[in-house]
């Protein structure tokens, strides 16, 4: 068969060839403004970021990457989950407000610390700059020099390119009052390129003057193309709400181009991911799983995964219950293949990073064996090496565990959660002749037997039904008949019903190889017994 994805191109491989016909040294640029919660769907913007870095570093490409957290915008509404108080504070820069928990710096803090810690557990590693401290040490003066002094060209562009004729007032900086804060309410009535002040006037009723120095910020639309330049970005992810005809990226190249004189990085336009149903996410509609919640359960390389083999202008559809386990299993398979084309081993190298865990337990079974273990480590490490997995790297165990654990607590249907009952269920009355029989079998064959790993146990309940089968004389004996026949579902059904006191469980080789020989041996023997 021929594999076509053989000699297709990673999307972070394109990008990066192509960025390295224009030179060697890059700058991948990656932002978000910490209004609020940030969520899974940002997160595709950093991986994003850092597979086309982590391609140039392998084409020996002299790169950066970096982050830029945009904490000096301003606050825009009361969001769902802020107390009505926080209206006083809409209009100033989110640097500026008091934390919602009152424990973090300030408000954009708040949300940036939990990000900046999944970007760690995701192996991604940017250099941080925050919007404040870049405006308030002056870095940004000279573009806000050149934005007031060429003020009637940048609107002539925005009117150009995006249709919308800018008011009479308008400035391509705003100043923060000095009296009330704010940032959304302030009119630009002069300014002094030597001194490097501003004058305004508020709605609040007060006027002043402020410093270029962190007394305001460029609008946006200004703000962003004087970042590329003062960076030298040449590659930039961004989602496709600012790639629009005549949205921010296409202002932005013009005003990059013809104010600041800087070549416009090359864009990457990413879709959104869609969590389960309910539609895209972003931190405004409330429909949101934070990257903390997320990491919580999602291995980091499974997340990577997740992201790294869709191209970026593909959405991403997200379920965290079930789907979750098959794109598990995809990883998994991917990392176990014995034969992979360049493409698939490129999307497994972008998976990985340095530092991040990887066992050789699958996840699925993991959360057989966390359900045995009553979540217990010792136990769990106890299951694993009797399972015959690698128990060298107990952290990563533990670390699998633990999502394992999350996942099990805030997103696993019903229908993958048991309990191993510490006695004969009731419901073990209603077991059948044939299936009393097939448990006696059991008990009586594992009482003799070695360790079973799952592949044995699940051949042994099969030999049941066969003909030849190594339990089907025995069941035949023990119910005096010379013909029997027993379907696979009636076995499993039985030795849940003994043992989890339901009709259904989890993929039976595996479930029984995690719990001890003997407490089958005596909870089967039992089971065979017992009447109502
Ligand atoms: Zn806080
Ligand atoms: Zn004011």
Redesign the pocket.
Known sequence: MVNFMADIKHWAEVVADDVLEHGNRHIVSTGITPSGHIHIGNMREVVTADAVYRVLLERDADVELIYMADNFDPLRKVYPFLPESFAEHVGKPISEIP??????ENYA??FLKPFLEGLEKLGIHPTVYKADELYKSGKFTEAIKTALLKRNEIAKILLKVSGKEVDPEWSPFNPICNECGKMDTTTVTGFNIDDETVNYSCSCGSNGTVSMAGGGKLTWRVDWPAKWKMFGVTVEPFGKDHASRGGSYDTGKRISKEIFGYEPPKPIIYEWIMLGKEGAMSSSTGVVVSISDMLKVVPPEVLRYLIIRTKPEKHIRFDPAIPLLTLVDNFERLHSADKLSEYDKTVLRLSHASGLCHTDIPFKHMTTIYQVAHGDFDKIMKIVRRAGYDAEKEKCIKELADNVASWLDMFAPDMVKFSVQENIPPIAATLSDEQRAFLKAMAEFLQDADELDGEDYHNLIYSAKEENGELHKRIKEILGVDELSLSPKTLFKAIYISVLGQASGPKAGWFLSSLEKDFLVKRFAEAADFRP
């Open positions: 934390c919602p928990c009152g424990e973090c803090d708040h």
